[in-house]
């Protein structure tokens, strides 16, 4: 079967896009989750940290669903949803559109670039809970904010959010984020545990100066990744709860793969949070996949650049002058 795609990338963290819409690919969820395992993986000539695959929407003006790259499908991702949102508002002919996702319908838009010429787009973070339950995270308290977790670490202090995706998040030191805490700390509540019985997307935050902060992040069902989007806007709304940060601004979030920009709004007792960042466009590509017993069997038929990394790059050198001084 002849499959088209594009591959993008929002902060460097990579999604395959491939739109259902007006192709009948017939594809139902075991096919989706086998795809994600076979195109995403970083032996194959493809490679990416997950598949996005756009759809029909009877409430909005496309549907996204977003598939990590061991097969798990997630309830959200930023990075992702900036690209889904510039390919339907590029289809559609539009600046602004409403993307359907698993939990809500999120408004995006394209957005002035905030590097060079890099396409840019904002897109809507809701809803933000800090229930446990909604992560879910076995505790037996209501929410985690700014405290330990005993039982994974006596030295950090944690906050859990759902942005609705989970996320687990402790502000570190240099000396910490450069440590393996982060991988033994992401290990353990990514395998089975009692803790998280879903995994957890767990984020170390350094606080750089006023306004600017570094996340890194070990995705659930994905491992290390250059930058998560959901991550980055949790991260961001932590410090603007620990008063390090202020509501309303835009604060620079920097990450292995570049730069974004989160802004984080309450009204009443409700948080949503912008993300802004760049919406790169890759490559398209034509791809023969055959499901055969033994697995998919993908090949690439043609393959056309874009040519867009090379500007993005300029964005990527600034953002390592810039973290260089800390
Ligand atoms: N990279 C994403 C998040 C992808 C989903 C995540 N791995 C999960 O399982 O929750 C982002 O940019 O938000």
């Known amino acids: ?7 993008c990338h929002g902060s460097n963290n990579d999604f395959l896009l491939i739109d259902e819409t007006d192709r009948n690919y017939k594809f139902d969820d075991f096919k989706r989750r086998d795809l994600a395992l076979a195109l995403c ?18 409430v909005a003006d496309a549907q996204y669903r ?8 997630a309830s959200m991702c930023g990075n992702g949803l900036r690209c889904a949102g510039r390919y339907v508002c590029e289809k559609l002919g539009v600046d602004e559109a409403v993307i359907e996702t698993m939990k809500a319908n999120l408004k995006v838009k394209k957005h002035e670039a905030i590097f060079s010429d890099i396409p840019t787009y904002q897109v809507e ?6 229930e446990l339950k909604d992560l879910p995270l076995k505790l037996d308290q209501e929410t985690l904010i700014q405290e330990k977790i005993p039982q994974l670490s006596e030295e950090l202090t944690f906050t859990a959010l759902a942005v609705p ?14 440590s393996d805490l982060q991988t033994e700390l992401s290990e353990k509540v990514n395998n089975p545990n009692d803790l998280f019985p879903d995994g957890v997307n767990v984020s170390f935050i350094r606080l750089l100066e006023k306004g600017s902060i570094f996340v890194k992040t070990y995705e659930r069902g994905v491992g290390y990744t250059n930058a998560c989007g959901t991550a980055m806007s949790a991260s961001t709304l932590v410090t603007c709860l620990m008063g390090e940060n202020e509501l309303d601004q835009p604060i620079n979030v920097y990450n292995n793969g570049g730069m974004v920009q989160c802004a984080v709004h ?20 034509q791809i023969d996949v055959n499901f055969t017993k033994e697995g998919i069997l993908a090949e690439i038929l043609e393959q056309e650049e874009f040519n867009e990394d090379t500007l993005y790059s300029r964005l990527q050198e600034h953002a390592k002058k810039y973290l260089s001084q800390f």
């Open 165 to 178: 995706n989970p996320h687990l998040t402790t502000v570190v030191s240099k000396e910490q984020l450069e």
């Open 66 to 73: 977003i598939f990590n790259s061991d097969g798990t499908e």
């Open 266 to 285: 309450k009204e009443g007792e409700t948080y949503t949070i912008d993300l802004i960042g760049n919406a790169t466009f890759v490559y398209a590509a």
């Open 125 to 130: 973070i809701s809803p933000v809970t800090f």
């Open 1 to 7: 079967m002849l499959i088209d795609l594009i591959k």
């Open 41 to 58: 993986d970083r032996e194959s000539s493809l490679g990416a940290d997950g598949i996005l695959f756009i759809r029909p929407s009877r």
